[in-house]
């Protein structure tokens, strides 16, 4: 794989660290195996920690009465108490002689004849207007939605023009990549000719010298 950064044919400032559509090692079983399999190997010799860095307990919204006690609510798996429905109810007082009671209960039918003359109100105003005010939102919805189709188209083919630029400048230099593969592997085996050169030469230099010392001993 490459191990080095190419530098972009097309791009000059920008340096290729890795060629994913040139490098294909991956794509073999074996070197797929061979991966994990260091992997493994590697996450054995890691110290596993016995503690976790993260506390135990955390304390949520410390700066929020309301929600605390909602999460404490929840925790205690008590039920929600969301709407006070006797309000809604039409009754007397418990004490038929207790005038106060009486003025309560009257308060309340008041209250609730005045909401459901708003409630009332409120249905003719959508029976009146609702049909058009949904078309109009539909209307609304849908340009948002053809916004966001043709953005997105936008948006795709600029990935795929980026994935062609990039695998045009990666198969560039993988050719570059290629070529200097090659070089490197001439010179190694160059540099091993040379290196067993050498070596039979000062052989034989080391020879020369034993028999001109034989030679002189004589």
């Not at 006690?69 to 207790?98: C, F, S, T, V």
Request: glycine fraction near 2%; charged fraction near 35%; hydrophobic fraction near 35%.
């Amino acid at each position: 794989m490459a191990t080095q950064a190419i530098e972009g044919t097309s791009r000059p400032d920008v340096d290729i660290d890795a060629l994913p559509y040139v490098d294909r090692e991956l794509d073999d079983e074996n070197m797929k195996i061979t991966v994990e399999r260091m992997i493994e190997q590697e996450m054995r010799r890691m110290k596993r920690k016995e503690r976790s860095d993260l506390p135990l307990n955390i304390d949520l919204f410390e700066k929020d009465d309301l929600l605390k006690k909602e999460i404490e609510r929840i925790e205690k798996k008590q039920p929600l108490d969301a709407l006070d429905i006797k309000r809604y109810e039409l009754q007397g007082p418990d004490d038929e002689n207790e005038l106060e009671g009486w003025k309560s209960a009257v308060d309340n039918t008041k209250s609730q004849l005045e909401s459901q003359a708003g409630s009332m109100f409120n249905l003719e105003l959508l029976q009146k207007y609702g049909a058009n005010a949904w078309r109009v939102h539909n209307y609304q919805l849908e340009a948002d939605l053809a916004a966001i189709k043709k953005n997105t188209e936008v948006l795709r083919n600029k990935i795929l023009e980026i994935n062609r630029e990039r695998k045009n400048e990666q198969t560039e230099a993988a050719a570059s990549l290629s070529s200097l593969e090659n070089k490197w592997s001439d010179l190694i085996t160059q540099n091993l000719q040379v290196g067993i050169a050498c070596s039979a030469l000062e052989s034989e230099v080391q020879e020369l010298r034993q028999y001109k010392q034989s030679l002189q001993n004589q």
